[in-house]
C-alpha cells in the first residue's frame, strides 16, 4: 500500500501553550490509501494534534504539509479546501438543520457557483441547487441516513448523528479524513456497523483515514498502524500487534486496558 511520497507530512511539530508542552516534536507521515489510529491516555495530546493538522492551532515548531505543500499558517477553511476534513470529539452538527442541508452546508464553500446567483436564484443556481441535493443524498445513502433526509439533525439518534457527522466531512471530498473518536457513545452493534463503515468509504472514496479512538478493538480491529502519544511525545508507531506488546504503550496505559 505504501507509496513513496506521504500524502501528510508532520515534521517534528510541536504546540506549547504557556509552559505546558501539549504536543512536541512529533514526526508522522500518512501514505495514499492508509487507515491509521492515532491513541493515546487522556490528556495525551491527540485532539491538539487534530487541531494544528486542520489549522485551529499554528505550531509553535516543525512543518506540516499536504501532497508536499506546506499548511503552515492558513486558516482552517483553506486547509478543508487542501483536502483535510474531520469530525469532532463532541458532535457539531447545524442541530436546526435539515440532515440533507448539514451535507449539503459542507460542500457550499467548494462549489463552484457564487453567493450572488444563490441570491438571486439564478438559473445556474438550481441547476447547481438540484445536482447538489443528488449529491447530497448519494452520501446519506451510503451512511443510510436518505430516509431521514428532512428530518432536524437534532432529532436523529445519537449513533446517527455521529454517522452524519462523517457524511458531511467526506461531502468536503477530502484526500485526508480526520475522525475524533467517532464510536464514542455508541453501543457495541453501533460500533460494529461503524468499523465496517469506516472501511468501507476509505476503499469507496479512495481516502486515507486517521482516526482517534479509545475503543481499542475498534482501533486494533481496523486499522493497519497505529501511533501512540502520551504527554504529547510520539511514544511508539506501528502495527497493531506491535503496539499491543509494546511496554512503553502498557505503561502509558497502566490501569487502563490496551487489548
Ligand atoms: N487551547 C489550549 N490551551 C491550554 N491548554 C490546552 C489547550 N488545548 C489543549 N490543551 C491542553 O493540552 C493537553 C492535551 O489535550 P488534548 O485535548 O489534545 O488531549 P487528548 O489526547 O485529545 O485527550 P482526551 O483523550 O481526553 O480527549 C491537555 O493538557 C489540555 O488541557
Do not use: W
Request: contains cysteine; hydrophobic residues 40%; aromatic residues 6%.
Amino acid at each position: 500500500m505504501k507509496t513513496k511520497t506521504p500524502l501528510l507530512k508532520v515534521d517534528s511539530v510541536g504546540i506549547h501553550f504557556g509552559g505546558l508542552k501539549a504536543v512536541s516534536d512529533v514526526n508522522v507521515e500518512l501514505y495514499p490509501g492508509e487507515l491509521v489510529g492515532l491513541i493515546g491516555p487522556n490528556g495525551a495530546g491527540k485532539t491538539t494534534f487534530f487541531n494544528l493538522l486542520t489549522g485551529v492551532y499554528v505550531p509553535t515548531e516543525g512543518t506540516i504539509s499536504l501532497e508536499g505543500e506546506d499548511l503552515k499558517k492558513r486558516p482552517p477553511y483553506k486547509i478543508t479546501q487542501k483536502g483535510i476534513s474531520r469530525t469532532f470529539q463532541n458532535i457539531r452538527l447545524f442541530s436546526e438543520l435539515s440532515v440533507i442541508d448539514n451535507v449539503k452546508v459542507a460542500y457550499h464553500s467548494l462549489s463552484k457557483h457564487s453567493i450572488l446567483s444563490s441570491i438571486f436564484r439564478m438559473p445556474s443556481h438550481f441547476k447547481g441547487e438540484k445536482e447538489m441535493d443528488e449529491k447530497a443524498i448519494e452520501f446519506l445513502k451510503i451512511f443510510n441516513l436518505d430516509q431521514y433526509k428532512d428530518e432536524k439533525a437534532k432529532n436523529l439518534p445519537y449513533g446517527k448523528q455521529r454517522r452524519l457527522e462523517i457524511a458531511r466531512a467526506l461531502a468536503a471530498n477530502p484526500k485526508l479524513l480526520l475522525l475524533d473518536e467517532p464510536a464514542a457513545g455508541m453501543n457495541p452493534q453501533e460500533t460494529h456497523e461503524l468499523m465496517n463503515l469506516i472501511a468501507l468509504i476509505r476503499e469507496k472514496f479512495d481516502l486515507t483515514v486517521l482516526l482517534i479512538e479509545h475503543d481499542m478493538p475498534l482501533v486494533m480491529g481496523v486499522c493497519e498502524r497505529i501511533y501512540v502519544l502520551d504527554h504529547g511525545q510520539l511514544i511508539a508507531q506501528g502495527q497493531p500487534e506491535e503496539i499491543r506488546n509494546n511496554p512503553k504503550v502498557i505503561e502509558a496505559y497502566l490501569g487502563e486496558e490496551v487489548s
